[in-house]
């Protein structure tokens, strides 16, 4: 190894061991021999002592009586042990290193050695000087890589402060949408497009630009924030799918669940092909844009529908079963062609390469529920019921991290892993799961809201091809999604306001269109008027869904079966008090 080229040409060899055992003295400086002041023994059973002025000396070797050593005037009928100095293990370490960090010099997998002239002195260089006890000796830590980059001090100060900002003002837009009667979505979406471009960056440009550079590092911390954010709520929208339900009710939630995709995903692919040159991504593909503009209105945000459900007391009604049914198969196969339209970004339009992306897909979905469903659910349901069930969100937060990783080594998307995981864990005791609930919907998904608002510009609404576009693409959208849920809900014998509310309730996008959206900006699939017409398509859907389900959910008598549902809801523990019990 060159050490000049490392940086360590200049850097002292610290000698200590931890072997008692015979070893060489390494204090000296690569560039020369330094003494090493230790003390060691002249002669067994003498009181004298020196200074070792030999860098090559090893302790207890004869060197005048032994063939393999040099001459010298001391011995030793036995090893001495090392001073205090000499118990720790050699390195080398270059400025702002830890110590222990580094490759070990003369154990049997480095490849590090000294320099020409360097070694130890003897007939045997070798580095693997052994003991009659089998020790290796001479060992040292020589850190021989580049420093670690640390994020910068004003970096950290920027992300800190972006945080607060964004997350305050989520807090607030969150809270005065609530007080509309809007989901907070809206006023999350809301935030990031204040505080972006388009009306703060107007306003006051400097105070927007200090505060949100046009820096691409930096933009990376803040939306590796809000990725773990995406992660963990599409985790949670996959556990809310009740495959009980939806065994009992397959022809219900199938009806329903083709219809609300198969119409918003022709009406997508067909106005992805229509969309004008002009508003294209530079040397994007028809193909992947018009299939991810299909999946992008083809979706319903889980999150949203379940919250909207909740806080109207529906979520007991078969309404706002076959709702969250249908949304969550409907986004099961969303999640599959956004998979594979990411390949196709990636690899090109190839049918061996789409044939092998979907074959992965759905073989990733077919050993998520065949195989790993079976295995984690018994677990799971044992750690429910344990002491320990306190740890059941971080168990489910590790395992749908830890299959977004999986997803995404395999090439997928991490989101499908996420959500595939989600599947795995199924629906949980909701007092468990509302710590790991809170964190995400509550901090990291407002984060990522927010981040996705900034990126979007209202400016590019002021060019009439935009505008006219963003009209057309929010009616499609709109229309389709409630036209294919209330006639997919009429062919399996739902009436006239059953259907009506399903129709509305799985208009609500949200978030899960905003993933969407991201993940096409981020491949270069969408450009970033497209992005912000799919966004807006996002918040004009959740504003729109909350009053129109309320009204139609209003005619909707209650059945027998509804009520004894709402019972056994009503009589769930406390959570506050299962707490207190484990």
């Avoid at 090559?56 to 042990?81: I, K, L």
């Avoid at 799971?380 to 969100?393: P, Q």
């Avoid at 990783?405 to 007092?431: N, S």
């Amino acid at each position: 190894m060159n050490f000049s080229a490392t940086g360590l040409s200049d850097l002292p060899i610290r000698c200590c061991s931890s072997y008692a055992l015979p070893q060489p003295c390494h204090r000296r400086s690569v560039a020369g021999p330094r003494p090493c002041g230790h003390r060691r023994a002249r002669r067994a059973g003498s009181g004298a002592s020196r200074r070792c002025r030999d860098p090559g000396q090893v302790y207890g070797q004869r060197r005048a009586t032994s063939r393999h050593h040099h001459s010298s005037r001391w011995s030793s009928p036995r090893p001495t042990p090392p001073c205090r100095a000499f118990r720790r293990t050699a390195q080398v370490a270059a400025p702002g290193y830890p110590r222990h960090l580094g490759v070990r010099l003369g154990s049997p997998t480095s490849s590090v050695a000294l320099p020409a002239g360097r070694h130890r002195t003897g007939r045997n260089p070798s580095p693997h000087v052994r003991t009659q006890r089998g020790d290796h000796v001479g060992t040292a830590l020589i850190v021989a890589s580049s420093p670690t980059p640390f994020i910068a001090p004003g970096a950290l100060t920027t992300l800190f402060t972006q945080v607060a900002v964004l997350l305050g003002a989520a807090i607030a837009f969150g809270w005065l949408a609530r007080r509309l009667g809007l989901p907070a979505v809206t006023g999350e979406l809301v935030v990031g497009i204040v505080l972006g471009p388009s009306i703060l960056g107007e306003i006051w440009p400097a105070l927007q630009h200090g505060l949100f550079p046009a820096d691409t590092h930096q933009q990376q911390l803040t939306d590796a924030i809000g990725q773990l954010g995406v992660v963990l709520l599409v985790g949670l929208a996959g556990a809310e799918l009740d495959l009980a339900f939806v065994r009992r009710q397959t022809r219900l939630v199938s009806g329903v669940g083709i219809g609300a995709f198969v119409f918003p995903l022709a009406a997508g692919v067909g106005a992805g092909i229509l969309l004008p040159t002009s508003m294209r991504a530079d040397g994007s593909s028809t193909v992947a844009l018009s299939l991810l503009l299909g999946a992008a209105l083809s979706v319903s945000a889980i999150p949203i529908i379940a919250k909207i459900l909740s806080e109207m007391g529906m979520l007991h009604r078969n309404v706002g079963q076959v709702i969250l049914a249908a949304a969550t198969t409907n986004d099961a196969v969303a999640w599959i062609l956004v998979s594979v339209t990411a390949s196709m970004a990636t690899v090109g339009v190839n049918t061996g390469d789409i044939a092998a992306a979907s074959i992965g897909t759905l073989g990733a979905f077919v050993v998520a529920i065949v195989i790993l469903r079976p295995a984690v659910q018994p677990l799971l349901r044992r750690l429910e019921e344990s002491s320990a069930a306190v740890y059941l969100a971080p168990v489910s937060a590790v395992v749908i991290v830890g299959c977004a990783a999986a997803t995404q080594a395999l090439g997928l998307e991490a989101i499908l892993g996420a959500f595939l995981a989600g599947i795995v864990i199924g629906p949980r005791k909701p007092w468990l799961m509302a710590p790991l609930n809170t964190v995400t919907l509550t901090i990291l998904v407002p984060i990522f809201l927010a981040t996705a608002g900034l990126r979007v510009d209202l400016s590019l609404l002021t060019e009439p091809v935009v505008a006219l576009a963003t009209v057309t693409v929010v009616a499609v959208a709109v229309v389709s999604k409630f036209a294919g849920a209330y006639l997919g809900a009429r062919m399996v014998r739902q009436t006239h306001w059953e259907a009506t509310a399903i129709g509305a309730g799985l208009n609500a996008r949200g978030a899960i269109e905003i993933v969407i959206a991201m993940v096409g900006l981020r491949l270069g699939i969408f450009s970033p008027s497209i992005f912000a017409i799919v966004v807006i398509v996002a918040i004009v859907t959740s504003v729109m869904a909350p009053p129109a389900l309320k009204y139609a959910m209003a005619r909707v008598t209650s059945t027998s079966e509804e009520q004894i549902r709402q019972e056994l809801r009503s009589h769930q523990p406390d959570p506050e008090a299962d707490g207190r019990r484990h």
